[in-house]
């Protein structure tokens, strides 16, 4: 996963206000829920010192996104009273929380961006004769997006009604389309739900790019209004799924390992690459309870296990952070990648590894 979206928020000066909470729009009075979850976020914010600017400007933006239905989450990173980014979370964090600190606590927003997979979804609606003599139209839902971000953040959406008369030709020319923005994203996965009979003359004459890629679900695939296309088929099909680019990294890395090459595992062999600037690829199991802390300086090249290490570097001002936001931050700054690794598919030790921009043998643990 590439984390270029967070370049602007580490272009800013800290100190930082985090604020992850559950801002779901399927219980009653969803604004007094937010209301109270804020309330206590605010209390956590005053206690960890925020400045009164940053808490006010928190407490404008939470809860402003309404217009988005259904279990959801939000972020706001604050910084000198201003607002420095607002993320949609495709699901309510699993705790609200709120950090006032050096570093900005991104991790859990990021976490959440993956896999990260890029898909057309298709809803044939028809419910006629199985025949192109029959009277009445085919109707075509389409939508291209990333998921799981498509959840809560629309992506391109096709809508056409078509003649069954007319539906063996016009099929070929949807395809077409469809084809011309599964390009765009890369895509990687085409999932096509509805009409038996219908849907099928449609995937029949999809453009041979995209005939390897189509997975067909059984069922009417409705999806809630303002919500992604099939969500409840996508979440089956993609659960503990990688997208395919961060599994070829992975692979890589894998292949690395297997021959003492350029990939390392732990915290301190991950750090002491991060310093050199050179971790092509960071790998993850994510652990949100984790404690582990990392001491960092005013640049993201800057981390270090201890102290003494890192004002021997010529570091000054230096502080001890949560060792994910010290990883984010130097992952950022570096232009390296983020690939969550499900810890059942890879156990990392200390839920950490390494695929170099080259070999190494200094990073080795």
Known sequence: MRLSFLEPLYKQPGPFASVYLDTS???????????????????????????????????????????????HGQAVFTAHGRLALM????APPARDTARFGTLPDTMPM???????????????HYGGRHSTDATGT??????AGIWPLTKVMSGYRLYEEVPVSDWLY??????????????????EAVVVAGDVWARGILVNRLPAFLQGQVTTV??????????????????????????????????????QQARDGASAEGLSAAVSALQRGRVKALFLNNHPESTLRLWVGPEP???????????????????????DAALTRALVGTKAELVVVPEQQLRLREGVGVLLRYADPTTHS
């Open 170 to 187: 016009a099929a070929e020319v949807i395809g077409r389309e469809l084809e011309g923005h599964a390009r765009r994203i890369d895509g």
């Open 301 to 323: 090249g800057q981390l270090s296990l201890t102290e003494q290490e890192l004002r021997s570097y010529g570091a000054q001002d230096v502080r001890e952070e949560r060792a």
């Open 110 to 124: 990021v976490v959440q961006h993956a896999p990260g997979i890029p898909y057309l979804a298709v809803h044939v």
């Open 218 to 255: 059984e069922g009417a695939g409705e999806s809630q209004p303002g919500r992604a296309l099939l969500e409840h088929r996508l979440e089956g099909l993609f659960g503990g799924r990688m997208a395919a680019h961060d599994r070829a990294l992975l692979d890589a890395f894998l292949a």
């Open 87 to 90: 993320d949609e979370l495709p």
């Open 25 to 71: 729009r399927d219980i009653q009075d969803p604004d007094a829920a937010v209301e109270l979850r804020w309330r206590h976020l605010r209390d956590a914010l005053m206690s960890e010192g925020a400045d009164q600017d940053s808490i006010s400007t928190v407490a404008r933006m939470v809860g402003c996104d309404t217009d988005v239905p259904g279990t």
């Open 138 to 143: 085919v109707r075509i839902d389409a939508e």
